[in-house]
């Protein structure tokens, strides 16, 4: 009797065993925005990849529209280890690395050519690693576009936007930008800018079409001035923690699957951008104000001397590199 429930209970772990090696190894990707955007679109190619080409190993789960977890949690989340992908926008790394903060400077990219060509050179591909010793990896830079003002009010010149409240993303350098108009800027998490416009609790804020779109801003806002004076894009990253406990092979097959989703997002933006632009457009709600080119050299005189209040931050060196990607 004795050996047979020896024999029973070997065969049990042996069984445990198996089903232990045989779980899949879960990813949950957690992120702030709508499906229908860049990144809500490249998450779910990822998940799609990944099910193709890793199917039973790993286990990709797409969390959107700040479900699980928010703009202000999503870093720390992950260094917990409770979520293992997030691409939050550039603008939310002041707290981890200080050079990224290049990507705020106003009226830096000509446009998002520009800002391509900076992140894929050498000085954009040394930041992937900026983050390492947070405990953190750059996986990847993944495009939205360029970001756009909306307001209660037009706004034409530096002037209209004094002392008006804007909702910014948790960036010094963008605080920076937009007291430089001596406007207000208020840091606010993004799943809560819609309530703060349409209460008027804030007057504006900046953002991409996608997101002005998709987070129904346009409804609320009866101005968006087509500024193009910033850029919004992303960092995919994970924690060095989870990524190293990766078998090689698998870490090399998830940076694969990664990267061509990184690359279908990058290839949507601009159109995504320019859809949601007409979609705009066609609902009526909103008026678009084109800047001539007196009015928007003005925003530009105001807002560029951030440039040198950062630069010890950011570095010159880095600041000449990302203007060079303009020629
Ligand atoms: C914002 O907070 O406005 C953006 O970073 C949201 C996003 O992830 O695009």
Redesign the pocket.
């Known amino acids: 009797m004795r050996l047979l429930t020896a024999a029973v209970t070997a065969i049990a772990l042996a069984l445990g065993a198996q089903a232990a090696v045989a779980a899949p190894i879960e990813i949950k990707f957690s992120?702030?925005?709508a499906e229908s955007?860049p990144?809500g679109q490249m998450a779910l190619k990822f998940k799609e990849l990944v099910d193709e080409r890793l199917a039973g190993k790993v286990k990709v789960e797409v969390f959107p529209s700040s479900q699980l977890f928010g703009?202000g949690k999503e870093l720390e989340a992950m260094l917990l280890g409770d979520i293992q992908l997030i691409a939050?926008?550039l603008?939310?790394f002041q707290k981890y690395t200080p050079e990224l903060q290049v990507f705020d400077l106003p009226f830096l990219f000509k446009d998002m050519d520009a800002v391509e060509r900076f992140q894929q050179g050498p000085e954009g591909q040394g930041l992937l690693s900026s983050l390492e010793s947070k405990g953190l990896i750059g996986l990847g830079y993944l495009h939205?576009g360029m970001k756009q003002l909306s307001a209660s009010n037009p706004l034409r010149v530096p002037a209209d936007a004094a002392g008006r409240k804007f909702r910014i993303?948790t960036s010094d350098v963008l605080q920076a930008q937009f007291e430089a108009v001596e406007a207000v800027p208020l840091k606010k998490p993004?799943s809560e800018?819609f309530t703060l416009l349409q209460t008027r609790a804030i007057d504006g804020q900046e953002?991409?079409w996608s997101?002005i779109y998709s987070q129904k801003f346009f409804e609320v806002q009866p101005y968006i001035t087509e500024s193009n004076h910033g850029v919004?894009d992303?960092l995919v990253v994970t924690s060095t923690e989870f990524w190293m406990s990766l078998d090689d092979d698998l870490r090399v097959e998830l940076k694969k699957a990664l990267s061509d989703a990184i690359a279908y997002g990058n290839g949507i933006a601009d159109e995504k951008a320019n859809e949601d632009k007409q979609q705009i457009i066609d609902s009526n709600r909103s008026e678009i104000i084109t800047l001539t080119d007196t009015e928007r050299q003005q925003w530009v005189d105001a807002m560029k001397p951030v440039w040198k209040q950062f630069e010890k931050d950011i570095g010159v060196q880095l600041i000449n590199a990302a203007q060079a990607a303009n020629q």
């Open positions: 992120h702030v925005v955007t990144k703009d939050p926008s603008s939310k939205n993303m993004f800018v953002n991409t997101n919004l992303y």
